[in-house]
């Protein structure tokens, strides 16, 4: 019996995809910026990442030697070590210590998969690693997009489709919101920058000056690493 492979389209629908989550493996998936900062952040050896729901458990953590980072609305809060840009995240700074992390919409995500059997974190960044797992896992498989505030992102939907395309030939695919997303990327995928030019995010991310956050988070496969949330922990 072939697995099954879903995308949540939006945090706000997760309610009608959680049924038997206990029993699948969840992608989360924040391509601006959260899961492609989360993996750099591995990848420049980071120990672990805390991620948290609000700023004040981020700061209370600097009691336990935690670095805390917080985004909203696209920008680094102030008081804060750090954001939630990649640039943030070398390995100078980071390698060896844990963070306390909070963002507007990716560590949303990551708490409310958290009864999956594996939540696993995916960016463009680890594409092929992230397929490679979830062919190995033998799991059914959701594909969550964190979005923007409850809404319907293009980055995060792309990424889903580009999982979804990879693995079509193993999975069994039922749902309207996986073909969707593999359509859009068969039309995006020779020019994902140019692409997602017509994107909410990357006009909010123009206007806030973040053009270099954008070229690093479309780059593909530069990292095989697939950090995993597991005891409420990215490790």
């Known amino acids: 019996m072939m697995q099954n492979i879903e995308t949540i389209p939006s945090p706000d629908l997760f309610e009608l995809y959680k049924d038997g989550i206990e029993s699948k493996t969840v992608v989360i998936i924040d391509i601006l910026r959260a899961t492609s900062t989360i993996v750099w952040a591995f990848e420049n050896g980071i120990n672990h990442i805390k991620p948290v729901l609000h700023g004040e458990e981020a700061l209370k953590e600097r009691e336990n030697g935690y670095l805390a980072a917080a985004e909203r609305n696209g920008q680094m809060v102030e008081k804060f070590d750090m954001g939630n840009s990649p640039k943030s995240y070398d390995r100078e700074y980071i390698e060896g210590k844990k963070v306390a992390l909070t963002t507007t919409n990716g560590t949303v995500a990551c708490h409310l998969a958290s009864s999956a059997k594996r939540v696993l974190i995916g ?38 489709g580009a999982v979804a395309s990879s693995c079509a030939k193993e999975f069994e695919i039922e749902d309207d919101a996986t073909y969707a997303a593999m359509d859009l990327w068969h039309i995006a995928k020779g020019d994902l920058r140019a692409y997602l030019n017509k994107a909410s995010h990357v006009k909010r991310f123009k206007r806030l000056g973040n053009h270099a956050d954008l070229a690093f988070c479309v780059q593909q496969n530069i990292t095989d690493i697939v950090p995993e949330f597991k005891n409420n922990t990215i490790q």
């Open 123 to 160: 960016s463009f960044l680890n594409l092929d690693a992230v397929v490679k797992e979830v062919q190995n896992d033998k799991n059914d498989v959701l594909l969550f997009c964190a979005g923007w505030k409850g809404k319907y992102n293009l980055e995060d939907t792309l990424f889903a």
